[in-house]
């Protein structure tokens, strides 16, 4: 038998679990919309469009 957890080990797992489904499920939508994108828009614009995102991203405070 295994011995019982604790509610905080519980707690920090399920925590954990929660991010990990976010992280997955947010990958997810991000590759539909650029699918989605790609059908209407060229490579290029894309790429362009991302990258910008991306700056963005990476000047948040």
Do not use: W
Not at 21 to 44: F, K, N, P, Q
């Amino acid at each position: 038998m295994q011995p019982k957890r604790s509610v905080k080990d519980i707690d920090q797992l399920a925590a954990e679990e929660t991010a990990a489904y976010l992280r997955r499920a947010s990958i997810t939508y991000l590759e539909c919309c650029v699918s989605l994108m790609m059908t209407h828009m060229g490579r290029d614009e894309i790429a362009a469009i991302l990258e910008q995102e991306a700056d963005m991203l990476r000047k948040l405070d």
